[in-house]
């Protein structure tokens, strides 16, 4: 007869095992409150089942052996048995602060999601959820950890999950909860996240790699016994106590090796590491010197993680080296605090007694990052925050120096701009150009590890070109750039914004006035005090316009549900198929051809001429040539034209160049030309008598703004009198 299992038994079990965990590292903690705590979460989750068919409270309890195992207080492992019950039972955040504090209750409202509230997509849905629980986060640390002991627990049972849930939470587990583990410092959970999610996303090469390790296990313990015999040999014939430990390295390591080189796994030689725990920081470069004393190091392959810590409080030496048979191993020397930090990052600094933190200052300074993030995307629409977050938190880092050797340290790829902004918003706005190592560098430079940068300014009326925002990688910079365009261009921004606005309605249906019944609600939730206040923010790049029309839609779809009348919105007009980026009203399929005595390119008003079998011709309005047609008769011909919201082409257009001749003026405005990196078809140059230089060309733009940059660039140009349009 086969055996039931006893699941209450199990969880007694597991709950002595998080109550002894946590009087380890909390000899404060309540054991009669933690129980009442254990009893309500049984009770909330009773007859509710895990997709394996356990009971559902095994998750919580699990969770919370996690977070114990962190060294978190009483009130994070209580908020982690805890954790499900507002979103998944009939017990609220008041039921929670009424029995355990507020200090609990905030802890498991921060984790919970924002089930209750409709969006307009999933990616709306998905930022929101990741601003409330950054924002948690920003208030008290413990909410992100244990949210990540929630993700290691699903992990883990992820076999249960069906075949798109499981490669979807295992990509978001590689994209953002490993990542975010590692920049806070918690590596062990962190490989372990990477591990489970490969074994969701590439189950074909997770098997290979861990059969080959398992085929080759006395192999490499023969291998790892070896070095740790030699290393320990030594550092006893030198009085130096020490903890030595081998593995190999992580799978998805290995796996991402194998991926960014090209490789199989037979190649990859560096497999194992060595982890060397000191007494004491002066023992750790003495110990260095050891191991490149008994094996070869390799150059350039030597890390300083004591005087440069990570960003994530990270510190350890880390060399490589080859041992016998030329088989190449990394070895990581550090003292015990250094090991407890890495072991379990800003966990490891979150020893909470009587509700306050050990040292909250230097904690505070540590989180800066977090708020930092919060604050740079409080206006940003769902793609840019998800971007934000991966490029600026879970990017590797690029350690670059300051002229007086002060260490910044940036996202990996990020550039002069990046760095200027991270010194100060005034050397940003400020910048005209930078030398990096003693050279000039133009400002699409990517910063490499150990560059020295300078910042070269200009005056205080110097400002940031709108160019930049493409080239800066961190959302710091971006948002200081905007926030110098929203500050500097108010009155442009506004019309730009109120443009793009009512553009974007007219498109997706909405009527102006249909806006209007929930024009303060929408303001309210977007935080604008005015509607030119949002416009603005439209104009300078603060949000974008489609974020805006969620917003409207979600209030819409709220007052629909309180109205009996449902038609609030208008339907939209069948759009007609742009030719040639060209909309022609009431005719569809039409041929298009630009004529070539105005050229007209997107942004210039425009006009259409019906011809006899070459479809319609685009003419500028201001077209001498179209003038003079309309004058001559025909006027049924004559179409109303518009560009089309969406332009995915170029067009041609020619210019003349007037200039005072002299040397060197082709070499010049062929600079200028090249500098637009825009595409040139042809150039005539010649010289009248009196000395003007002419010059004719014909370039390709995308569009009215595109060219009056580079009229304005040629402009510039030294003895040029006039750039025209043919």
């Not at 060397?276 to 993680?305: E, M, Q, S, W």
Request: hydrophobic share 40%; aromatic share 8%; with cysteine.
């Amino acid at each position: 007869m086969e055996e039931v299992f006893n699941y209450q038994e199990y969880l007694e079990q597991r709950y002595h095992n998080v109550a002894e965990r946590l009087a380890q590292s909390d000899a404060a903690f309540d054991r009669t409150r933690l129980r009442s705590v254990f009893e309500l979460a049984c009770e909330a989750h009773e007859g509710q089942l895990r997709k394996s068919g356990e009971p559902y409270i095994i998750h919580p309890v699990e969770t919370a052996m996690i977070v114990a195992d962190m060294n978190l207080d009483a009130d994070s492992v209580a908020a982690a048995l805890l954790h499900d019950m507002i979103e998944d039972t009939k017990f609220g955040y008041q039921d929670i602060k009424a029995r355990f504090g507020q200090a609990v209750a905030d802890l498991v409202d921060g984790v919970t999601k924002l089930t209750r509230v409709e969006y307009t997509s999933i990616e709306e849905q998905q930022m929101e959820n990741l601003r409330k629980m950054f924002m948690a986060m920003a208030r008290d640390i413990r909410v992100i950890l244990i949210k990540i002991a929630d993700r290691l627990h699903n992990m883990r049972t992820s076999e249960y999950w069906k075949e798109q849930k499981r490669r979807e939470k295992s990509l978001e587990t590689m994209e953002l909860y490993a990542p975010l583990a590692h920049r806070l410092g918690i590596q062990k959970i962190k490989w372990e996240l990477e591990d489970l999610a490969l074994k969701n996303l590439d189950p074909v090469a997770y098997a290979n790699i861990t059969q080959y390790l398992a085929e080759r296990e006395e192999q490499n313990e023969g291998f790892l016994n070896h070095i740790k015999s030699a290393v320990s040999t030594r550092l006893q014939e030198a009085g130096i106590q020490a903890v030595i430990e081998g593995r190999i390295k992580h799978i998805y390591s290995i796996y991402r090796k194998m991926y960014n080189q090209n490789k199989v796994i037979e190649e990859i030689y560096d497999l194992y590491a060595m982890r060397v725990i000191v007494d004491t920081l002066a023992d750790c470069y003495n110990v260095l010197g050891f191991i490149h004393d008994l094996f070869k190091p390799i150059p350039g392959r030597f890390k300083d993680y004591i005087s440069t810590p990570k960003p994530n409080m990270y510190q350890s030496l880390h060399t490589t080296v080859i041992g016998r048979e030329g088989v190449q191993f990394e070895v990581q020397i550090r003292t015990w605090e250094m090991h407890r930090t890495a072991e379990y990052g800003i966990a490891a600094h979150w020893q909470y007694k009587d509700g306050v933190a050990g040292d909250q200052k230097d904690l505070n300074l540590k989180l800066a990052w977090v708020r930092n993030l919060i604050e740079s995307q409080q206006d940003s629409d769902a793609e840019e925050f998800i971007k934000a977050i991966k490029v600026d938190m879970f990017a590797d880092e690029v350690f670059v120096f300051t002229p007086k050797g002060d260490v910044v340290n940036l996202p990996n790829g990020a550039g002069v701009i990046d760095f200027a902004y991270a010194i100060h918003s005034a050397v940003g706005n400020r910048m005209q150009g930078a030398r990096v190592n003693g050279k000039i560098v133009n400002l699409e430079y990517t910063l490499q590890n150990g560059d020295f940068v300078e910042v070269i300014t200009a005056g205080a009326s110097h400002g940031p070109s709108r160019d930049w925002l493409k080239m800066a990688k961190t959302s710091e910079a971006r948002n200081k750039i905007k926030q110098w365009f929203k500050k500097e261009r108010h009155d442009e921004n506004v019309a730009q914004g109120k443009a793009d606005f009512e553009r974007e309605l007219k498109r997706t249906g909405i009527s102006m006035q249909t806006i209007l019944d929930v024009l303060q609600p929408a303001l309210k939730r977007m935080s604008f005090s005015s509607i030119e206040d949002m416009y603005s923010a439209i104009g300078y790049g603060g949000l974008t316009v489609n974020r805006v029309i969620n917003r409207f839609r979600d209030e819409l779809v709220k007052l629909n549900k309180q109205r009996s009348e449902k038609i609030l919105f208008e339907k939209p007009r069948k759009s007609k198929r742009a030719v040639s980026g060209v909309i022609v009203e009431d005719l569809d399929n039409m041929l298009i051809k630009f004529s070539r005595c105005c050229l007209p390119v997107p942004g210039d008003d425009i006009t259409g001429f019906v011809t006899r079998g070459y479809g319609v011709s685009i003419h500028r309005s201001d077209c001498v040539s179209a003038l003079r047609m309309r004058q001559a008769g025909e006027k049924g011909r004559w179409v109303a034209v518009h560009w089309a919201d969406e332009i995915m082409q170029t067009y041609q257009t020619d210019l003349t160049i007037t200039a005072q001749d002299r040397p060197q003026l082709l070499v010049d405005v062929m600079a200028a030309l090249s500098a637009s990196k825009l595409p040139i078809h042809s150039l005539l140059a010649k010289t009248a008598e009196n000395g003007i230089a002419v010059i004719k060309l014909t370039a390709e733009v995308g569009g009215s703004e595109q060219l009056a940059s580079l009229r304005n660039d040629l402009a510039r140009v030294s003895g040029v009198t006039a750039v025209k349009r043919e």
